[in-house]
């Protein structure tokens, strides 16, 4: 009998997601794994991002539009800030459709 988690380590979990999703079974997994106000908040985060990619708003209009702290923005900003140049792009063409 092991008495250790099974997962340790935030790769492990990307892996485990991607396994989900190579199957067919990610959306399964993410509605087990998270409660629906995570969810909610993972929505927001996605959008947070896509607004500051975009460019077009300031924190203080995007925490309007989605109805968020202006320090959940920041907190958004600041993760964007410590991406590379080339990150940006590779997340842009995922989460903006026109990219």
């Known amino acids: 009998m092991s008495l ?3 997962y340790h380590d935030w790769q492990q979990l990307m892996d ?4 989900a999703s190579d199957k067919g079974q990610h959306e ?9 106000d995570e ?6 985060r ?5 607004e500051l990619l975009k460019g077009e ?13 202006v320090a959940t923005i920041t907190r958004g ?3 964007l800030k ?10 842009a063409q995922l989460l903006l459709p026109s990219k």
């Open 16 to 19: 485990l997601v991607k396994e």
């Open 57 to 69: 708003l300031s924190q203080r209009q995007i925490s309007q539009l989605l109805g968020v702290g």
């Open 4 to 6: 250790q988690p099974e």
């Open 77 to 79: 900003s600041n993760e």
């Open 28 to 36: 399964l997994l993410l509605t087990m794994m998270l409660t629906p």
């Open 82 to 91: 410590a991406k590379s140049d080339q990150e940006k792009e590779e997340i």
């Open 39 to 44: 969810r909610e908040a993972l929505i927001a």
């Open 46 to 50: 996605a959008n947070i991002v896509c």
